[in-house]
């Protein structure tokens, strides 16, 4: 049998999970907000449909409100944080997951929650997909910055299609169809085009 060789950051839905943090009703001030929760929504779609179990935090919900009901997560219950991470909130759920190896990340902001919830997951050996067409920050200075110190330390930076693509893997797949059908139309533009271009040195 072949060695599985984690450097290659394959994703399976039987061994993944997706991490939805803090899109709540006073971050819209955040830049592309809309366009992130689009994208996320569209993430917890696929994974709903592809079986990927999925927990989403709220920041200080007394102070910044509820998640947007346009994210979709109706069903999922929110785990209340204060922590600029994810992992603290949420680990029994990840204790219970022994199969677990790849973790999806959406959600805001940037260089706060999604780099330390990221950092807390590569501690503990766990390999992390930041879709970046799923996370902003209030300064895209700040979000540029935080994708390549995620880089530099080991995460993945996927897109939304690209990693929807690996987790159904085939078009024979019985739920392509309705997959098809999320992902018909382009991700909405977050600015990422921008940030990317060029000969930009946090890329190289």
Known sequence: MAT???????????????????????????????????????????????????????????????TVPELGAQGLRPVAKTCFSMVPAVQKELESRPQLCSVLLCGIETQACILNTTLDLLDRGLQVHVVVDGCSSRSQVDRLVALARMRQSGAFLSTSEGLILQLVGDAAHPQFKEIQKIIKEPAPDSGLLGLFQGQNPLFR
Request: glycine share 6%; charged share 20%; aromatic share 8%.
């Open 4 to 66: 599985i060789r984690s450097n290659l950051g394959r994703v399976l839905p039987g061994s993944s999970i997706l991490f939805l943090c803090d899109m709540q009703e006073k971050f819209r001030h955040i830049a592309y907000f809309p366009q992130i929760v689009s994208v996320a929504a569209r993430m917890l779609k696929v994974a709903r449909l592809l079986e990927v179990p999925a927990v989403l935090t709220e920041q200080y919900p007394e102070g910044l409100g509820p």
